[in-house]
């Protein structure tokens, strides 16, 4: 091997060496989602592999989602972060209700797209609501700004 490729080698193995140890550390440090975001942000995922099977398609209903979700074996929906029951991942825990969902364009990319809502509370709780964006970001917001977000919302 000659120098150039060996310093090559060790600069990547260092760089991976400093990526692991930062996303180990970042886990340690990392605070407790509330248990509606978690919940929430299962999600976008779930849809982003949906888009994924089926063309960039987006799923033309929850249920359809849902269903998808239902016809993964165990270990696929773990690989994305899925490990309770499926049907309760499209049900609030904080209002009881099916999350409320916004198909996305068709050939949008999951993590792209930044403030495009896909599910969001039908009700809330206390005058605010969750609502989860393609990109996966989910944040709780007041009543305005959730007109804003989603003014069709029923």
């Given at each position: 091997m000659?120098?150039?490729?060996?310093?090559?080698?060790?600069l990547?193995?260092?760089v991976?060496c400093?990526a692991?140890?930062?996303?180990?550390?970042?886990?340690?440090?990392?605070?407790e989602?509330?248990?509606?975001?978690?919940?929430?942000?299962?999600?976008?995922?779930?849809?982003?592999k949906y888009?994924?099977?089926?063309?960039?398609?987006?799923?033309p209903?929850?249920?359809a989602?849902?269903?998808f979700?239902?016809?993964m074996?165990?270990?696929?929906?773990?690989g994305?972060?899925?490990?309770?029951?499926?049907d309760s991942?499209f049900v609030?825990?904080?209002d009881g209700?099916?999350?409320?969902?916004?198909?996305?364009?068709a050939?949008?990319?999951?993590?792209?797209g930044?403030e495009?809502?896909?599910?969001?509370?039908?009700?809330?709780?206390?005058?605010k609501?969750?609502?989860?964006y393609?990109?996966?970001?989910?944040?709780?917001?007041?009543?305005?700004?959730?007109?804003?977000?989603?003014?069709?919302?029923?």
């Open positions: 000659s120098r150039t490729s060996l310093r090559g080698f060790v990547l193995w260092l991976g400093a692991l140890c930062a996303a180990a550390g970042c886990q340690s440090g990392r605070k989602l509330p248990i509606e975001e978690a919940h929430l942000s299962q999600l976008p995922r779930l849809y982003g888009q994924s099977r089926n063309k960039g398609q987006p799923p209903t929850a249920e989602l849902k269903k979700a239902q016809s074996p165990a270990d696929e929906l773990k994305i972060g899925i490990t309770g029951p499926v991942l609030s825990t904080r209700e099916p999350f409320g969902y916004k198909p996305g364009k050939g949008a990319i999951p993590g792209m930044g495009t809502v896909l599910f969001y509370e039908k009700a809330g709780k206390g005058g609501r969750y609502v989860g393609v990109s996966g970001k989910v944040e709780e917001v007041d009543d305005a700004r959730f007109k804003e977000l989603v003014p069709d919302a029923k």
